[in-house]
């Protein structure tokens, strides 16, 4: 049997490829990792090639969570569709159903009030929280700290949840967002809670971004050119970790996001280690957000009172539109024959994209950074899969 | 061996054994010991499907803590776990893999089909990949709905598990699978054909409903 | 950020003869649409990329779409002179004929550099059955990748040039195309509580009527 390196693809800056014809190096392993595994979030599958330890060749393989999202939304109508935007990030649900149902108001020209908008980006903030929250728990459990940061990334997570359930009547599948608002007011007592949650985050990532093993796991490793990462669509955190400060909070400016002063972190290396501390300041950077946010929001309804949702039907055309989701760029792409459903519901899932370079990012690191950097990419399989 | 379950002259009650118990003395049968034993350390397996997985994670984190009922530690080996949660929708891609895990637990083991989707297909229902509920192939032992259902649900669920293997009898003909010499343990692996998983479903576990509509329905 | 219009103006001055024209996108988003010929597509989309005011070097989007045989009803309005010396009458003539269907894919397209977007590009086959190809655009913009592959799998559109094109979300043996209309799912119908629309139907077909007497009584 003879074996030969990839070719297309050119290996990351800081890579180690060694030669294959060696003498002592015998023949390359194929390994599945996945479907079922503890460390593909959800159910991924990568064939890895090894060479030892070393990573060769890798090819991922998707489709284990395909639950076929996008011929369900042509065949239920445009409402019918929000409780499934809730089960595409599983763990962001407020900020998928406003992807959809700013899509939406696009495509129909729906206005939407004041208040709902600065509500949007208050439950958009504390989604991303909660995001980040989650994603340095389980990059934590990948580097192997098996357990134990990730209690405390739920512990925080859980008070999040509660928020949410007292506005939306759900911890996960919040299903709140509607075509020309919010389905319900955030009361005097849910306000003041956010803002106590708000004031009271941030103990957990403290113990974590000076930690010696965790900057020894991921500094260096899975290195992200900035070229690379634009023409392959990547976006979100791990496209800012690569130096490029594409953020569409800034650049689209949708919602009320130009009325409130934030920066956007940027990465030098493109490594892990800036994948994650990226996050880590977005999450700051997002606080702030909460405070400004909690603290203007101006009185008025939450729904459009023209908005029509029953029988709701769109003039003919067509509409991409997207948002700046905790994991990248989210967009819904719809087109509409005038009728009660879409003709063409499609979702641009950011971590689906994200994955374009998993295997430039993989090759010449060893199958325990293989882990590591999957889990910076940050995937939600619901997502990817559709 | 006498029936516990029955009492005679000769059995002593429970409020006597519970006096007994005050005393320092222990009285039961091997059959409780052991069920009180296998019920108390319920190992699942490290598997999540889709968005339910995460409100499994979150029944193990400490808000919840399905460590206080056995289940501290979730096997990432299908060889060292009793209990497979299916928490999430399995799609037809995916259902050879889950059959193959199941066949590689050893009994006893046991199955949770947690949330809508592993039930039934769920909110996915009308899908070309959806199976339309994982006890098509494998027998399920306690269904959770919800969607997805709070940890709360699977904590309870959890304890009705318990009950059931509290309840099992060792000897007998209803004794559970892995003390009847014979029994089969492994289920048929579904194969990827052209148009659907071939076959779609496993007859002997799992028949479609048999109805009559009324005229006019 | 120049309008399709001029984009189109610039890329038929740079490949004379290319098949350029504008899609009008009705209602409030207005985002019009490229639609570019297979010959040289390619060409035009690595022109979009470099060409120094446009720079879009990020696409964002690809979507494959399944449009079906359609009836559509061309109007021609004529003068007819009146015969009794009165004012020409305005006719219009309403002529139907078949438009036969066609796969399309739809790329959206943006400039980080220039932060400026999106430019949406259209490319369709021939028909639906034995001309299905179109170029791919992976060479020019690496997120096509998988993108394309879910437009194969799906839609079942080949995409000449593409480096690994080969399905991606179902599984390899599968042999139909479901996101296409006229995809029919394998019949594994169960009974469910509330039937509706089209659900109804196939409960109805899977469950005929029995006679007047007989009751609905689910089985345990």
């Known amino acids: 049997m003879s074996f030969s390196l990839p070719s297309p693809l050119e290996s990351a800056p800081g890579a180690r490829v060694r030669a294959v014809r060696d003498p002592f190096h015998g023949d390359l392993l194929e390994v599945s990792m996945g479907p079922h595994h503890p460390s593909t979030h959800g159910v991924f599958r990568m064939n890895v090639t090894l060479d030892g330890e070393t990573v060769v060749k890798l090819k991922p393989v998707f489709g284990y969570l395909h639950r076929n999202h996008e011929k369900i939304g042509e065949n239920a109508s445009y409402l019918g569709s929000m409780p499934y935007t809730d089960r595409l990030d599983y763990l962001c649900s407020m900020t998928n159903n406003w992807a959809y149902a700013l899509a939406v108001e696009r495509l129909s020209g729906q206005t939407v009030p004041e208040r709902a908008e600065y509500l949007r980006v208050i439950l958009a903030e504390l989604t991303r929280l909660l995001n980040h929250t989650c994603f340095a728990g389980f990059i934590l459990q990948d580097c192997g700290a098996s357990g134990t940061p990730l209690m405390y990334a739920f512990r925080e997570r859980e008070k999040i949840l509660d928020l949410f359930e007292s506005l939306s009547g759900s911890r996960m599948m919040c299903n709140f967002q509607r075509f020309g608002g919010c389905r319900a007011d955030a009361t005097p007592e849910w306000l003041e809670a956010a803002r106590a949650l708000v004031d009271g985050y941030g103990e957990f990532e403290e113990l974590l971004t000076g930690n010696e093993i965790l900057m020894a796991r991921t500094q260096g490793v899975g290195r992200l050119p900035a070229k690379l990462a634009v023409g392959a669509g990547i976006t979100g955190p791990m496209l800012r970790a690569s130096g490029v400060g594409y953020d569409l909070r800034k650049v689209d400016g949708y919602g009320v996001y130009p009325r409130l002063d934030f920066r956007v972190p940027v990465g030098a290396d493109g490594d892990t280690y800036d994948r994650y501390m990226v996050r880590v300041l977005e999450m700051r950077e997002s606080i702030k957000i909460l405070r400004q946010a909690l603290g203007t929001l101006p009185g008025g309804p939450v729904m459009d009172p023209k908005a029509r949702l029953r029988g709701f039907r769109a003039k003919p055309g067509e509409v991409y539109s997207r948002i700046e989701g905790p994991k990248g760029e989210i967009g819904f792409f719809l087109i509409s024959d005038g009728g009660p459903n879409p003709y063409r519901y499609r979702v641009r899932p950011p971590s689906f994209i994200n994955l374009t370079v998993l295997e430039d990012l993989c090759l010449g690191h060893s199958i325990a950074d293989t882990v590591v950097i999957l889990g910076s990419i940050d995937i939600v399989l619901g997502e990817v899969d559709r | 061996m006498r029936d516990p379950a029955t009492p005679t002259a000769e059995t002593p009650t429970s409020a006597e054994r519970d006096e007994l118990r005050r005393q320092g003395i222990l009285l039961t049968s091997i059959e409780e010991i052991y069920n009180w034993g296998r019920s108390r350390s319920v190992w699942p397996l490290q598997f999540g499907l889709a968005c339910c997985a995460i409100e499994m994670i979150a029944a193990s984190m400490a808000r919840f803590d399905i460590a206080r009922f056995g289940s501290e530690v979730f096997r990432p080996s299908p060889r060292q776990a009793d209990l497979l949660i299916v928490s999430g929708t399995v799609t037809k891609k995916m259902a050879p893999q889950v059959v193959r895990l199941w066949n590689q637990m050893p009994e006893p083991k046991f199955c949770f089909a947690m949330g809508a989707c592993a039930i039934s297909g769920g909110p996915f229902k009308q899908g070309y990949n959806v199976l339309k509920g994982i006890d098509r192939y494998i027998p399920v032992d306690i269904y959770i709905p919800g969607c997805p259902p709070r940890p709360e649900a699977l904590l309870h669920a959890l304890m009705q598990l318990q009950e059931k293997i509290r309840g099992q009898r060792l000897t007998g003909p209803s004794a559970p699978p892995h003390l009847q010499a014979g029994a089969a343990c492994d289920c048929p692996v579904p194969a990827f054909g052209g148009h659907d998983l071939e076959p779609p479903k496993n007859p002997a576990l799992w028949q479609p409903p048999v109805l009559v509509r009324k005229e006019g329905a | ?220």
């Open chain 3, 1 to 220: 950020m120049e309008t399709p219009d001029q984009i189109r103006d610039r890329l038929l001055a740079r490949f004379p003869g290319a098949s350029v024209a504008v899609v009008a996108n009705p209602g409030p988003a207005a985002q019009h649409s490229l639609l570019l010929g297979s010959g040289e597509a390619r060409a035009m989309a690595e022109f979009l990329r470099d060409s120094p005011g446009l720079r879009l070097d990020f696409c964002s989007n690809v979507t494959g779409v399944d449009w079906l045989d359609r009836e559509v009803t061309d109007v021609a309005s004529k003068t007819i002179p009146d015969p009794a010396g009165g004012p020409p009458k305005l006719v219009e003539q309403r002529t139907k004929r078949l438009q036969p269907g066609y796969l399309e894919v739809v790329y959206h397209l943006y400039s980080v550099e220039l932060r400026h977007g999106p430019v949406v590009l259209r490319l369709r086959t021939g028909n639906r059955s034995d001309r299905v190809a179109v170029p791919s655009l992976t060479p020019v913009w690496r997120s096509c990748e998988f993108q394309e592959r879910e437009v194969f799998d799906l839609f079942g559109v080949v995409f000449d040039g593409h480096p690994d094109l080969r399905r991606i979300l179902m599984w390899d043996e599968f042999k139909d195309h479901p996101m296409r209309k006229d995809y029919v799912e394998p019949d594994d119908y169960e009974w469910e509580p509330t039937p509706h629309a089209d659900v109804l139907a196939k409960a109805r077909r899977h469950y005929p009527a029995a006679a007047p007497a007989a009751k609905e009584e689910p089985a345990p």
